[in-house]
């Protein structure tokens, strides 16, 4: 920013914006009379002259006050006699009008003073310049500059690709896309290693050094590469390869024999506006040069062909590259105060060196620099642009997508939005189907961390050897085939946002250790890592699984446990909210129509009854599934009866082991001839009817509590009272 800023300042005409109107003061003046003139006319300072007009210093209101203050009895009558010269002070800073621009305004900006004086080569007070007006006038300036630059920089044919400091393209023009053959919305906001694994740019952002002259080929075109760092304030925060098509100058030098070919190939480099061109031949003697370099030059073509280029320019190196044979780019050349990048070309012909050619990269640096600064503001919007593609793409669902009224539901939807607005970690609960999913997404879509990402794995999806380095990433080289530059893992792809494990019942033992030290220390260890990574992640946990039975069985870890139960929900099956079927059943179908592009208006009063007398062991996700198959294969307004194909119901087998409950209860209450008293008559049908419940439930302890219609707790109590083994 400096070089624009001292660019400014060289252009800006700066004596127009000294006023002339400024009331000085004579040195002569008495002490009382300067009091009065500050009183009157309420001015913090003033100039001071002698009688030639000369400029002596300035006199302040606070200097005089202090003055006054000093004397504590009639302080005018004992600086009566006082000239005002006797208090001049040296102002900060004094400007001459005959100076450059760039001198006085520079130490004016760099020392923040808001006002000085200006005096002539004489001494005589010329006037003020306010340095608010000059930031006007510079600011608009720069802006006038960044507009012509910007604009020189998309006419540019060579191609240019820039990244930032993450490796991610952000500019990528029209060049570029011809010379490499692939599209810009491919390209742009994507690492530049995916689309070029062996990148020479992202190899410049990592060693900040730059490679130059760099001769590839991309299908039957020869370039020579420029790949430089952007650097600002000794930080490195991009890089930038510049593509220069040297096919059109290589087919210039094998032509040049040719003279009727010569002709064609002189006009179109003549008629380039944008960069100046020059050869020389075997003799240093210029051959051709275009205006772009004579009007550098301010000389005409007549007075350069055929002269020795270092006549023309002194300090030319066209003859260095006619004696070396070697291609340079991105070397400086300086004229009349001004810096070029210049490119220098051997001109062959049969394997033998016939001339050198040289031709600009830029009009000049400052679009160079211009460039650099496009770059960053490529960047910043980039970040802008990704952080409102963020806020699109983070949970699917919300708070309203959650259908039901049941008390079981309020109370689940109370507890979500209590909990969202927490950092603890949640347990989700339910059987398969219940819609633990839309509840993780709701609790993210409802916290404050509802802008940063919602990443969600399934811990029973992914193999085993494949689990870690999916929750944790991976280091480059930790195994055969892993990504160069190695791969983050979904905790931290979840950083400053949520992550939901699914399935947290399913995951191996080993990984329910590592997962443990995660939660503790907010930090993951990649796979093949050497160094912690801090992430800041909210939890969210599901299962269907009875986690509690689980650790009594030494399948999941206790401290785990705990550290996952900060904040269970637990979420009512189907079969236990009938009150909700209905709504349930209008809004799957309202959703299938939009996905189906189905007109079906509802469900009829018998298929409500009928679908009240099924089970539903799938829960919602059977019920959506249900509904589909009969609106596929409805051909009217309204689903019925015999549209829905529900499975054999559940109360034949229930109804069966109840029966034989009922048996063994009897055969238990008689014992032989002997009747058992009450209590024991009780105690012996609890244990019977405990039994028959975790036999129809295979084991599962939660689903068997539902059944008989207890809370959980007061199960595992009374499987401890009468010693059930199951």
């Given at each position: 920013m400096d070089g624009f800023i001292s660019l400014g300042l060289s252009l800006l005409e700066w004596q127009k914006y000294v006023s002339t109107n400024v009331q000085s003061l004579s040195g002569k003046m008495p002490f009382s009379s300067a009091v009065n003139f500050f009183l009157t006319n309420h001015v913090t300072q003033a100039p001071v002259v002698d009688e030639d007009g000369l400029f002596l210093g300035i006199i302040n209101s606070l200097s005089l006050m202090e003055q006054l203050n000093s004397q504590v009895q009639n302080p005018l009558k004992n600086y009566s006699g006082s000239l005002l010269e006797n208090f001049v002070e040296k102002p900060e800073i004094i400007l001459n009008i005959e100076d450059g621009s760039k001198q006085n305004l520079q130490q004016l900006i760099e020392q923040k003073i808001p006002l000085a004086f200006v005096i002539n080569r004489e001494g005589r007070l010329v006037g003020e310049i306010q340095l608010c007006f000059v930031a006007k006038a510079l600011d608009q300036l720069l802006e006038d500059l960044?507009?012509?630059?910007?604009?020189?920089?998309?006419?540019?044919?060579?191609?240019?690709?820039?990244?930032?400091?993450?490796?991610?393209?952000i500019f990528y023009n029209n060049s570029a896309e011809q010379i490499l053959g692939i599209p810009a919305d491919k390209v742009i906001g994507n690492p530049v290693q995916q689309f070029f694994p062996d990148s020479l740019a992202y190899q410049t952002l990592v060693t900040a050094q730059p490679q130059r002259d760099v001769h590839q080929i991309y299908g039957d075109k020869s370039f020579k590469t420029d790949f430089l760092p952007i650097v600002t304030q000794d930080k490195v925060i991009g890089a930038v390869a510049i593509f220069k098509d040297i096919t059109e100058?290589?087919?210039?030098?094998?032509?040049?024999?040719?003279?009727?070919?010569?002709?064609?190939?002189?006009?179109?480099?003549?008629?380039?506006?944008?960069?100046?061109?020059?050869?020389?031949?075997?003799?240093?003697?210029?051959?051709?040069?275009?205006?772009?370099?004579?009007?550098?030059?301010?000389?005409?073509?007549?007075?350069?062909?055929?002269?020795?280029?270092?006549?023309?320019?002194?300090?030319?190196?066209?003859?260095?590259?006619?004696?070396?044979?070697?291609?340079?780019?991105?070397?400086?050349?300086?004229?009349?105060?001004?810096?070029?990048?210049?490119?220098?070309?051997?001109?062959?012909?049969?394997?033998?060196?016939?001339?050198?050619?040289?031709?600009?990269?830029?009009?000049?640096?400052?679009?160079?620099?211009?460039?650099?600064?496009?770059v960053m503001r490529l960047e910043d919007d980039l970040a802008y642009y990704k952080k409102e593609l963020h806020r699109f793409n983070t949970s699917q669902y919300c708070c309203k997508d959650i259908i039901g009224n049941s008390p079981r539901m309020q109370s689940a939807k109370t507890l979500l939005k209590r909990a969202a607005l927490t950092n603890s970690t949640i347990l989700l609960l339910g059987e398969s189907g219940t819609g633990k999913e839309v509840f993780a997404h709701s609790i993210h879509e409802a916290s404050l961390r509802q802008e940063g990402p919602f990443i969600k794995i399934n811990c029973a999806a992914v193999p085993e050897n494949l689990l870690e380095s999916e929750l944790f990433g991976y280091a480059e080289g930790a195994f055969t085939g892993a990504r160069k530059g190695g791969k983050p893992g979904k905790f931290e792809l979840a950083d400053k946002g949520t992550i939901f494990l699914d399935e947290i019942g399913d995951m191996p033992l080993s990984m329910q250790a590592k997962l443990l030290r995660t939660i503790q220390e907010r930090e993951v260890e990649r796979l093949g890592g050497t160094q912690p990574i801090k992430i800041d992640v909210r939890i969210i946990a599901a299962t269907n699984r009875d986690l509690h039975q689980m650790v009594i069985e030494h399948k999941f870890r206790l401290d785990l446990y705990y550290r996952l139960n900060v904040v269970s929900i637990e979420l009512p099956p189907l079969r236990e909210r009938g009150e909700d079927l209905e709504l349930l059943t209008d809004a799957l179908i309202e959703r299938i129509n939009h996905r189906l592009g189905t007109l079906i208006e509802g469900v009829s009063e018998d298929s409500f009854t009928y679908l009240h007398s099924y089970n539903w062991p799938g829960n919602i996700r059977e019920l959506e599934n249900i509904l589909e198959r009969a609106i596929i294969i409805c051909d009217e307004p309204w689903i019925q009866p015999w549209h829905l194909s529900l499975p054999l119901r559940a109360d034949n087998t229930g109804t069966q082991n109840m029966e034989e409950s009922g048996r063994q209860l009897l055969d238990s209450l008689t014992n032989g001839e002997t009747l058992k008293t009450l209590e024991e008559g009780l105690e012996e049908a609890e244990r019977i009817m405990i039994h028959s419940a975790l036999q129809k439930t295979q084991g599962n302890k939660m689903q068997a509590a539902r059944l008989l219609g207890i809370h959980r707790s007061a199960l595992y109590k009374k499987i401890a009272k009468h010693r059930i083994i199951h």
């Open positions: 960044e507009y012509f630059v910007t604009s020189v920089i998309e006419s540019d044919h060579n191609g240019i690709v820039a990244i930032n400091a993450q490796g991610t393209v100058l290589k087919a210039v030098s094998d032509r040049l024999s040719h003279s009727e070919r010569l002709t064609a190939t002189l006009e179109a480099i003549v008629d380039n506006s944008y960069e100046g061109i020059i050869v020389i031949d075997e003799q240093e003697r210029v051959q051709i040069i275009n205006q772009f370099f004579l009007d550098i030059l301010e000389l005409k073509e007549e007075d350069v062909i055929g002269k020795s280029v270092l006549e023309v320019s002194p300090d030319s190196k066209l003859p260095e590259t006619l004696k070396s044979g070697e291609t340079k780019f991105g070397d400086t050349w300086q004229y009349n105060g001004k810096d070029y990048l210049i490119m220098r070309a051997p001109v062959e012909k049969n394997g033998k060196i016939i001339g050198a050619l040289g031709r600009t990269l830029f009009k000049n640096m400052e679009v160079a620099k211009m460039f650099a600064k496009k």
